[in-house]
T-cell receptor, first 113, second 113 residues
C-alpha cells in the first residue's frame, strides 16, 4: 500500500507485506533527508537518512528513495512486522533554511496480524 | 540508562501559571533541541543550543525561555501559560550541529486547563 505523509493519513498493511510511505517536500534546496519512526508514547527515533546526491539508500528491511525532480521521498519497509506500527515522519534540511531539520506531517502505519 | 531524559512526563496546570520542563542527555552530545508536537502530530523546532550557546530561536513567544546551564542540560521555562501551549514537548540531542540523527527524549505532555 501507499500513502502521502502530509496530514497524518493512515496506512493499513498486512503483516508480512511491504509498506510504502510517501513524502512530498517543498524546498528544492534541501540537501539531506531523514525518516523517523515514532511509537505511541515515545519520541521520534532515527531510521535512515539520505543525502541529495543519492537516489536510493538501503538499511535493514528499509529502503529510502529520493526523486529530486518531483521533490518526493519514500520509505519502503520490507516484510512489515507488528513492531513497525508507528507514525513515520520525513524530515528535510537545507543550508538556505539555516540547516534546521523541518519535519513533514507524518503517516500512521497500522500493521494487521 | 536513558540517553535523553525529560521531566516531568506529564504536566497539567492552569492558565497563567509558570512551569519548567527539564532535559538531560548523557550521550556527551554538544547540541540540544526543543521541539513542540501539536495534537495533529506536527513537529516544529523551537530552540537549539550548541555547547550552552543559543543557535536556533524560532518564532516562539517570549514567554518561552530556554536555559542551558551546561551542554548536558537544556531546560524550558514557560511563563503565563495559555491554552494553546498544550502540546507534547520533546527534547533532543545530536553529537554536533551538522549531524541530524537526533536522539529524542520521550516527551512531556503539557495540558493547560
Amino acid at each position: 500500500g501507499e500513502s502521502v505523509g502530509l496530514h497524518l493519513p493512515t496506512l493499513s498493511v498486512q503483516e508480512g507485506d511491504n509498506s510504502i510511505i510517501n513524502c512530498a517536500y517543498s524546498n528544492s534546496a534541501s540537501d539531506y533527508f531523514i525518516w523517523y519512526k515514532q511509537e505511541s508514547g515515545k519520541g521520534p527515533q532515527f531510521i535512515i537518512d539520505i543525502r541529495s546526491n543519492m537516489d536510493k539508500r538501503q538499511g535493514q528491511r528499509v529502503t529510502v528513495l529520493l526523486n529530486k525532480t518531483v521533490k518526493h521521498l519514500s520509505l519502503q519497509i520490507a516484510a512489515t512486522q507488528p513492531g513497525d506500527s508507528a507514525v513515520y515522519f520525513c524530515a528535510e534540511k537545507s543550508e538556505a533554511a539555516g540547516n534546521k531539520l523541518t519535519f513533514g506531517g507524518g503517516t500512521r502505519v497500522l500493521v494487521k496480524p | 540508562d536513558t540517553a535523553v531524559s525529560q521531566t516531568p512526563k506529564y504536566l497539567v496546570t492552569q492558565m497563567g501559571n509558570d512551569k519548567s520542563i527539564k532535559c538531560e542527555q548523557n550521550l556527551g552530545h554538544d547540541t540540544m533541541y526543543w521541539y513542540k508536537q501539536d495534537s495533529k502530530k506536527f513537529l516544529k523546532i523551537m530552540f537549539s543550543y550548541n555547547n550552552k550557546e543559543l543557535i536556533i530561536n524560532e518564532t516562539v513567544p517570549n514567554r518561552f525561555s530556554p536555559k542551558s546551564p551546561d551542554k548536558a542540560h537544556l531546560n524550558l521555562h514557560i511563563n503565563s501559560l495559555e491554552l494553546g501551549d498544550s502540546a507534547v514537548y520533546f527534547c533532543a540531542s545530536s553529537e554536533r550541529t551538522d549531524l541530524y540523527g537526533y536522539t529524542f527524549g520521550s516527551g512531556t505532555r503539557l495540558t493547560v486547563v
